[in-house]
């Protein structure tokens, strides 16, 4: 079946310390995005990527980087500039063009420790 | 003012009720939009698309109306198992292609038995 996975579920960071999160989709979907998600707050959009080897920042890029090397994996790193990781963190993607939704993946939970 | 607003709630609804969910955008430019569903811890999921025709899914009726930048949803006849936080979602695309969502907070609906 096609899908997006996100892997870990749960990720433990201690303070200062680089992690990545990954996130992979079989849907031969061009655009990919990563969001956080806070308690109480919407999604907010970190990165996106259109195409491979092209990415864009989002509305809280600071502190994150990605990479788009391949169509399939569009992987988050949370660097240690990030001063509040502890967060929900969801991948998705989209067919370019069309008014299709998003098919998300099923979340990493990252928690500074 | 943010781009996507939603009544903040919680609904908590009798089961069986009505319940309607509204949703304003600022961005005259916003091309699609959509109604997601997001249970405690999960992901979001794809509820239903919005046209400025209103369309209908069993007991869900969603209406968009340009004019006025505002969303609705409505649930009829509600289950337990419509409980959730429904989400209010906008695309827009820019001139250069790239597309990206904007999330309302959501409305955290509970159905009571």
């Known amino acids: 079946d096609g899908g997006i996975t996100q892997s870990p579920k749960y990720l433990f960071r201690k303070e200062g310390q680089n992690v990545t999160l990954s996130c992979e989709q079989n849907?031969?979907?061009?655009?990919m995005y990563w969001y956080r998600q806070d308690p109480g707050q919407g999604l907010r959009l970190i990165y996106y990527?259109?195409?491979?080897?092209?990415?864009q920042k989002g509305d809280i890029a600071e502190g994150y980087s990605v990479s788009r090397e391949k169509k399939e994996s569009f992987p988050l790193t949370v660097t240690s500039a990030q001063k509040n990781p502890t967060a929900f963190y969801l991948c998705?993607?989209?067919?370019?063009?069309?008014?299709?939704?998003?098919?998300f993946g099923s979340g990493t939970r990252l928690t500074v420790v | 003012r943010k781009e996507v607003e939603q009544d903040p709630g919680p609904f908590n609804v009798p089961e069986g009720a009505t319940v309607a969910f509204n949703c304003t955008y600022s961005?005259?430019?916003?091309?699609?939009f959509f109604w997601y569903r997001q249970d405690c811890r999960k992901e979001p999921k794809l509820l239903m698309s919005?046209?400025?025709s209103g369309n209908e899914d069993g007991r869900f009726t969603a209406q968009l109306n340009r004019a006025s930048q505002y969303i609705s949803l409505l649930i009829r006849d509600s289950k337990l198992s419509d409980s959730a936080t429904y989400l209010c979602?906008?695309?827009?695309?820019?001139?250069?292609?790239?597309?990206?969502?904007?999330f309302g907070t959501g409305t955290r609906l509970t159905i009571i038995p």
């Open positions: 979602v906008v695309n827009k695309k820019s001139n250069f292609g790239n597309e990206k969502l904007t």
């Open positions: 961005n005259s430019a916003s091309q699609s």
């Open positions: 990527s259109q195409i491979v080897n092209d990415f």
């Open positions: 849907l031969n979907h061009d655009a």
């Open positions: 919005v046209y400025s």
């Open positions: 998705a993607s989209k067919e370019q063009g069309g008014g299709y939704g998003y098919t």
